[in-house]
């Protein structure tokens, strides 16, 4: 058997690679290394690399099992903006009757990189419900049409991506119009269906899948020139690369799906750190800085070996994405960054980078642009290039001070905590890293450090993720079958029978979907040599001679910056007349509470976030008002999102609520006041601002709402506690969006309300804009939870200062505070989720989070165990409603129940993780805070909201005392 592997790591200034032993561990392993310019042609670099390791070593190359690349190519041409590598890219949304129209494509990528990737976008009829019935069929004339625009601009770049495009097994809608594109475009285009790219979650699912569009030429051109090399070295065995997840993916699949390659740079580094490391703390958690050649990347080195992972989303390039990635901060600053001066005097370093030209264009190497190396060569700590340039000592030490506050603030955005931490220093521009940084305890320097992105893609193994959603009376027979297609995948990939292992199992119910869980299992196992090469002759070998000069072009136009805001410091507008304007600073901090108030549940708050912001930025306003300030004759409509915020993740925006508000204003003749938020939980929360601003009524929006939270149904506001029957709660609207609004005016009970209003929005696609009986301004001071969104607003400025300061292990703290203190709220666990699952209790359906306590080797540097229970059960209905304790001694004890609010955040950014979100090994922590009284004070609003009213044999008992939440518009008002 072949006894050797080499690891290969392709950046944007170098080319790195190393031989390792397959019969050896650890740093013995390590037989030669190379480090070598990685050229205008990438395929260079590599060549170089390579042989130098073959004639150090003179080994056979019938004795080379593998060859294994990992790359920063693709993240560092999004991260330097380089538009002679990333492509603009058309998007097609299949998405009828202006659904997500407020959402649109883009809506979230950074302005540079939108301006460049943006080459067209529009709106085309069909989409899928999330029952999987039609929101509309393809219009091929549409598709038509959009083709001759695409082909006027001149765009070999396409992304098709319809609503519920996952799930769709029966219309296939997006490859419906791959296929009339192609007729059109022809085979040449480049056409990418969102379903191939990622799973549910239409905003981030589109963002990767035009990301992968964008980079797609570039990728195989780079991946083509990887097998040229190795054609021309006479290297016969397979080619790997490495995925994001540290995986591996052939050849082949790399050049389909390059975004799934795309950021392993960093994940080699880690596991290469984690191979080289000899430090005797690695029971604790360390972080690793990998310098490279135009990009810093920061990750955190579990006790396990393995990268921490990143929360629900991640972010490549500033683009938000639903891949499951290690957490990585990365700024743009490597050896080659270009040094400048700013009108203001202030020294700035990149992101743009001379990249591979650094032998060519740096000073110390006699060229004429001062780069960050030459600044550590002037000072003769370089120890490279054959001219010590001249540069003042005022600029050295101006630079130097930069790089290393640079460094640190990276850091600091990974770590959790304020104490001094473990860093493990590698890449190859290690040496621009001083000696000590800021919350750093101690710098290692390894070894082969500057290789170790080329060690991490060398022992990078094969894996198989299998996820299916099956009947829940069926999981547990599906699970043993989904374990062994993983396991069965991970072989037939290359896998090592026998020695695949499992790392991940899920069985999760889905959210508000009856008798349905989401089944997944993930595996992984080392490369079986002995049949690799028999597999990899089933790849493609590309063989095309033309060389491809990477020729950097930059966007050189303005293009709009966002603003720095110093959250400290930050001080809301409100005028004279106590109108609280809106900022997009105020939009981002009510979206976090509003997410945190919702208790698991209302839905995501960011798309809502998305909308709103977008409204601002189209110059349009929105304003808060005080309940105390409403006219008693005011009317105010409560209005909502109704149905699954399951759906709203792949139906952002739309005009329901919009549908539903012109329904009863037609059916009352009345003139709205100021729109009222009926729950402040989840989106619902931001709701109301978007349809109270002057892009549609112009009016106020009540700082307050009907719940204080969350709740899953619609007799739950406080209104009802004082009414003598449903009637009173009545009319109510509903819009499906698509022309279809209802109104209901009478009803026998409150379940028939349920029954009719739930049937009416399951066929609406599970989905719609709701509208209750308006509330007049007299009413809504007696029945209405003031000052909720003066509450969000604070909850998410506690959240956004710790994540800007590097406290976020201590926000809990913060969130308290804000809650009223120790009497009103508290921390009461903190621990891993380990299982979603179903229950079921007194007939119904339940959702089940377990969370348990970490264990030691688990644990980050700085956080201690715990005392107290062992685990934690939550079970909710679309919101949290219990906490249940189990103690290592086999007690059980209540901590807390609804209406009290329960609340699950990330441990590693402090915001809300929602039902949808709720995943295994997700590090959390379980905060409660006491109810407003309106919910608290009379047996008849726990009997509404109480666990009875949840289906548990409960009594509730508060969990402590409400204090009254400051007015955003008492405390910033003029004094008048």
Known sequence: MAQYIIGVDVGGTNTDAVLLDLTKTGPEAVVASHKATTGTDVTIGIEDAINVLIQKTAIPLSQVASLMIGTTHFINAVVERDASRIEPVAVLRLASNDFTASTPPFIDFPAALKRIMNGHSAFVSGGIQIDGSLIDKINRDEILAQAKIIKEKALRNVVVVGIYSPSDEDERQEYQVRDILTETLGKGT????????????ILARENASILNASIFHFAKRTITGFKRAMK???????????????????????????????????????????????????????????????????????????????????????????FAMPQVESTGFGGGSIISTLSNGAIKIGPESVGQALTQKALSFSGDTLTATDILVAAGEGGIGHVKPEIDAATILAVKQKMKKMLGDCVDRMKTSPESCHVILVGGGAFLCPSELEGVAKIERPFHAGVANAIGAAVAEIGATVEVIVDTEKKVETLVEVRERAISQAVQKGAKEGAVRVLEEVVAGLPYIDAKCKVSVKVSGPIDYEKVLELDNSDEVYVEEEAHYEVKQHISENVAVEDVVDFEMYKPHVDIERIWHL???????????????????????????????????????????????????????????????????????????????????KHLSIQYGAMLAVEIGGGNGLEPLLWASSKYYNVPCVDGDLMGRAFPSFEKITPYVSAQNINELLPVALSDGNGTNIIMTTAKDTYAVDNVLRAAVVTMGSAAGGVSRPLSGAE?????????????????????????????????????????????????????????????????SYGNLVIERLQSYEMEAGEKEDEGPERVEIPFKNENLIIEAHYASGERKILATVPDLIMVLDTLTGESVGVPEYRYGLKVMVLVAAAHPLWTSSQRAIDIVGPRAFGYDLDFKPFGVFKEVKSVIDEFAPVV
């Open 780 to 844: 809504l001071k007696k029945v209405g939870v003031p000052n909720t969104h003066s509450l969000a607003w604070r909850l998410g400025r506690a959240v956004t200062r710790a994540q800007s300061t590097g406290r976020v292990s201590s926000v809990s703290d913060d969130i308290i505070r804000e809650f009223g203190g120790r009497e009103s709220a508290s921390k009461v666990f903190s621990g891993k989720i380990v299982a979603v699952g179903q229950t079921l209790y007194k007939g119904h």
């Open 190 to 201: 480049n056409i990418v269906c969102s379903r191939d790219i990622a799973g549910t979650g």
């Open 232 to 322: 021309r070295l006479n290297l016969t065995c397979p080619l790997y690369l490495t995925s994001n997840s540290g995986q591996l993916l052939s050849a082949s699949e790399a050049i389909r799906y390059p975004v799934q390659i795309f950021s392993s740079g960093p994940t080699n580094s880690i596991r290469g750190a984690a191979f080289l490391s000899t430090a005797l703390d690695a029971d604790t958690s360390r972080y690793v800085i990998d310098i490279g050649g135009t990009t810093t990347e920061v990750g955190c080195l579990l006790p396990s070996g393995y990268p921490r992972l990143a929360s629900a989303f991640s972010e490549i390039g500033g683009v938000r994405v639903n």
């Open 583 to 665: 900022s997009e600073t105020d939009l981002l901090f009510i979206s976090i509470g509003c997410y945190i108030l919702g208790c698991a549940g209302g839905g995501s708050s960011y798309t809502k976030y998305l909308e709103a912001r977008e409204v601002l930025r189209s110059g349009e306003t929105m304003s808060l008002i005080s309940i105390s300030d409403l006219a008693p004759d005011a009317i105010c409509p409560p209005l909502s999102g109704v149905g699954s915020p399951a759906v709203g993740v792949e139906r952002p925006g739309g005009l329901l609520v919009k549908h539903a508000l012109e329904t009863m204003e």
